[in-house]
C-alpha cells in the first residue's frame, strides 16, 4: 500500500524496508531511523519468539545503537500466533511511534505480515479445532508434502506462496479452503481492512544474484560458528516442542538433524545455506509484486546504497519536519 505524497498534510510517514534474507535490511533499517528520528518495527516472523536468537539473525540490544525495537521477542516458543494477530499488534505499535512524533521503520522479511498490515485481512471462518486434528494426523501418516499436495488442488495460488514444510499456514490454508467452499487465495479480495491515516514508503534491496548468495553462505556459516547447534540443543534441553513454530525455521530444522545424528555439520550448513537461496527467491516474488516499491540494486551494508535511499528520503519526508531532525536515540 501506498498513499501519493500530494495528500501528506494529512497522513503519517511510515518507511518499510523489505528485500531478500542476507541483503542487509537491518543495517538499513538503522541508519534510516537514526538518520530521521525513527523506530524500528520488526515484520519478522520467526524474531518475534523469545529465545530464538542466532538463527534469526536478531539484532542484539547492543547493536540497536539505541534505537527502540518493537515486536521482537514478544512470545514464548510454543506460542500460537497468526498474521492477524501481527496487524493487530503493528497497528497499536504505530499509533504510539505516532504519538511521539518518531518515525515508524518497518523492518523483515516476512511478506504476508507486512500485507495483513497494510492491507488488511478477510473475515475467514473460524479454527475448527476437529479438523485441523485430522489434518495434522493424516499429514504424520502420509508421505511428505501431502498438506501441499492437498493445498495445490484446493487453492493453487495459496499452496505457491507457501513453503511445503510450513505445517501451521497449510492447515490454515486449507482449512479456509474447505470451510468457506472458495480458495483462501479468492477471499483476500474481500473484506480487507486497509492501513488508514498513514503514507507508505517502500524502499526495496535488491542485491546481484552473486553477491546476495555469497552473503547467505556466509550467514549460514556464521550462524554455526556463533553456537546455533548449542543454542539449539539448550532450547531443546529446556523442554520447547520440536513442534514449536521456530524449530521449523531454515538453520534451526538443519541444527535439529545434526543433533539427530542425520547430518553432519558441514551437510546442515550446506542445506541451510541452498535452502536460504530459495527462500530469497521467495521473497524477491513477493516483494516485487508491490509496483510503490523504490528498487536500490545492493546491500544495505553497502555505503553507496546508504547514501542513495538516506538521500531519496530526504525528499520523501521533506513535508514533514520532525523527521529532519537528524535526532539520535538514547540522548
Not at 474447505?178 to 483462501?184: I, S
Not at 554455526?224 to 521456530?246: D, H, K, M, W, Y
Request: net charge positive; glycine share 10%; with cysteine.
Amino acid at each position: 500500500m501506498s498513499v501519493s505524497s500530494t495528500n501528506s498534510k494529512s497522513l503519517y510517514p511510515v518507511v518499510v524496508v523489505v528485500g531478500p534474507t542476507a541483503s542487509g535490511k537491518s543495517a538499513l533499517g538503522l541508519d534510516i531511523a537514526e538518520r530521521f528520528g525513527g523506530e524500528i518495527v520488526n515484520f519478522d516472523a520467526v524474531q518475534v519468539y523469545r529465545q530464538f536468537d542466532i538463527g534469526t539473525a536478531k539484532p542484539p540490544p547492543q547493536g540497536r545503537r539505541g534505537i527502540p525495537h518493537h515486536l521482537l521477542d514478544i512470545l514464548e516458543p510454543h506460542a500460537l500466533f497468526t498474521a492477524g494477530d501481527y496487524a493487530e499488534l503493528a497497528r497499536h505499535v504505530l499509533a504510539g511511534i505516532r504519538g511521539r512524533s518518531q518515525l515508524p521503520v518497518l523492518v523483515g522479511g516476512t511478506g504476508f505480515y507486512l500485507r495483513a498490515l497494510l492491507d488488511g485481512l478477510f473475515e475467514g471462518p473460524k479454527r475448527d479445532e476437529q479438523l485441523r486434528r485430522r489434518l495434522h494426523m493424516r499429514a504424520q501418516s502420509m508421505p511428505a508434502g501431502y498438506l501441499h499436495r492437498l493445498l495445490t488442488r484446493l487453492d493453487p495460488a495459496s499452496a505457491e506462496r507457501i513453503h511445503t514444510n510450513d505445517t501451521p499456514k497449510l492447515i490454515r490454508a486449507i482449512e479456509v479452503s474447505l470451510l468457506a467452499r472458495a480458495p483462501m487465495s479468492s477471499l483476500w479480495q474481500t473484506g480487507t481492512k486497509r492501513l488508514e491515516g498513514y503514507e507508505v514508503i517502500h524502499i526495496g534491496l535488491d542485491p546481484p544474484r552473486d553477491i546476495l548468495y555469497a552473503g547467505i553462505e556466509r550467514r549460514a556459516e556464521r550462524m554455526f560458528s556463533a553456537g546455533l547447534v548449542g543454542e539449539t540443543q539448550l532450547l531443546v534441553s529446556l523442554g520447547i516442542p520440536r513442534s514449536a513454530r521456530p524449530f521449523g525455521s531454515l538453520g534451526y530444522s538443519q541444527a535439529l538433524h545434526y543433533l539427530d545424528g542425520k547430518i553432519t555439520r558441514e551437510e546442515a550448513i550446506v542445506i541451510t545455506s541452498r535452502m536460504t537461496r530459495r527462500y530469497a527467491k521467495r521473497q524477491m516474488t513477493w516483494f516485487r509484486r508491490n509496483p510503490d516499491t523504490r528498487w536500490f540494486h545492493g546491500c544495505g551494508t553497502d555505503d553507496e546504497i546508504r547514501t542513495q535511499v538516506l538521500a531519496y528520503l530526504e525528499g520523501c519526508l521533506s513535508p514533514y519536519p520532525f523527521c529532519l531532525c537528524g535526532q539520535s536515540h538514547g540522548q
